[in-house]
């Protein structure tokens, strides 16, 4: 078990410049799980032959513009959509953070659930991160705050009636 603040890890310049992200895990050419501050409104770095799952964490939401039509990105709600897209983001609420999914779907199937409420989770093994959105969470004997990941879990997770979790998993194509 591995639980780290994201906000505490180094952050990367965006494949387009455009902003930044903190890497939380991945394997290289499969999954990459990242957490990306978004202050100005402009286009989403393209990655082609990927899928996306963007789930804001922190803010009152984004537009994401792409072909004459707008993708809502709400406040704990995954959103999946092509890395192929070309996407103009808009804050009309101002900024926000988002938890990033991106996988080649030849290689893994990626998805990211919402857990809510009092409940225990077991550990699984498509299981790679879960992301306390908010309220209070254990596993074993480690308190989880609000915005901190769980990675690498083999015990089961209690979520605590508030709770608003994300889990994110990620299994190989056969």
């Not at 990459?32 to 789930?55: C, K, W, Y």
């Amino acid at each position: 078990m591995h639980l780290l603040d994201p906000r505490s890890l180094p952050p990367v310049p965006w494949k387009n410049g455009g902003g930044v992200t903190r890497e939380i895990a991945g394997e290289p050419g499969h999954w990459r799980l990242s957490l990306a501050e978004v202050t100005v409104e402009g286009p989403f770095s393209v990655f082609p032959g990927q899928m996306r799952i963007l789930t804001v964490v922190h803010g009152s939401g984004m537009e994401l513009h792409t072909d004459g039509r707008v993708l809502q990105a709400q406040l704990g709600a995954p959103l999946p959509f092509s890395g192929d897209l070309p996407i103009t983001g808009r804050l009309p609420d101002g900024p926000v953070r988002n938890l990033n999914l991106i996988f080649d779907p030849r290689r893994v199937s990626g998805s990211v659930s919402v857990h809510t409420g009092t409940r225990t989770l077991a550990a699984t093994p498509e299981e790679v991160a879960l992301y306390l959105l908010s309220g209070t969470a254990s596993c074993q004997t480690t308190a989880i705050a609000a915005g901190q990941v769980l990675l690498s879990r083999e015990t089961p997770l209690k979520l605590g009636p508030d709770a608003l979790a994300l889990g994110v998993a990620i299994s190989r194509q056969t």
